[in-house]
């Protein structure tokens, strides 16, 4: 996909567009620091009281169910019913292969609310598509499953487009598909890799009325950053702080670069 629209990028550091994150409670610091780098204004929220007031300030939300429990699902609810505007929406259904609990939760949510993307690795997007896998906690696990066709019977499902992260992502609205093959050993190491493109992607779902091209945009960027990142360093420690160096400094000639 050579035509994807990298000026995105300048168009989110611009506009600097406000995240909500209802954060997995791991990694707030690392998504919030990725949208500064970024160019986006991150936001985060634990309390049900304010989600009225959180969801008029926000351009994009992104709810992560990285360590859900029953207050956060109560927030989580009532953000989603405050977003009258239909504001962007990216579900990450972190861990739903390994428990029925956030399975169930993801599925109501699903039901009830339009999401705009669903960002997940194989095992979660094979659990929203009822196909076997076998997940390994917050990792992807393994399955015969085809990914692209798992990612493409969830974005017709739910009728969004869905990202698909992995060694390959499969980025797909069900319609139009797109395979990013950029990647590096240290997204599948790094705690919050996931979480960060979650919600860079809703940065880019702000500027962009395309979820497909926000999407793919975003994935391409936020992979690019990485690999640069990798090139430029020879550690697991040195690489996490060379991507936000990375992903506050790269232009659309260095990503043109590196594809």
Not at 36 to 46: R, T
Not at 61 to 71: A, D, H, M, P, S
Not at 106 to 130: M, P
Request: aromatic fraction near 6%.
């Amino acid at each position: 996909m050579s035509n994807l629209p990298l000026s995105l990028l300048e168009e989110v550091r611009k506009k600097n567009p406000v995240v909500l994150t209802i954060a997995n409670m791991v990694t707030p610091d690392k998504v919030a620091d990725a949208l500064s780098a970024i160019g986006a204004s991150p936001i985060m929220s634990v309390e049900p009281e304010e989600a009225p007031a959180m969801v008029e300030l926000a351009d994009a939300i992104t709810i992560n169910l990285g360590t859900l429990n029953q207050e956060q699902a109560q927030e989580i609810s009532t953000i989603l019913d405050a977003n009258s505007k239909h504001k962007p929406l990216v579900l990450d259904p972190v861990a739903i292969g390994a428990s029925k609990y956030r399975l169930n939760f993801a599925q109501r949510l699903l039901s009830k609310y339009q999401f705009t993307v669903i960002r997940g690795n194989a095992g979660e997007i094979a659990a929203l598509s009822g196909t076997e896998w076998a997940s390994h906690g917050i990792d992807s696990g393994n399955g015969a499953g085809d990914i692209k066709e798992i990612a493409q019977k969830v974005a017709q499902q739910y009728k969004c487009t869905v990202v698909l992260t992995g060694k390959e992502d499969v980025i797909t609205d069900g319609n139009r598909t797109f395979i990013n093959s950029l990647s590096t050993k240290y997204f599948a190491t790094n705690v919050g890799s996931g979480d960060m493109l979650s919600s860079i992607i809703a940065a880019f779902l702000a500027v962009n009325n395309d979820p497909y091209l926000a999407a793919s945009s975003a994935t391409k960027i936020f992979t690019a950053a990485g690999v640069k990142a990798a090139r430029e360093t020879s550690g697991f420690g040195h690489w996490q702080i060379k991507l936000m160096d990375e992903l506050a400094q790269i232009n659309s000639s260095e990503i043109l670069s590196i594809l």
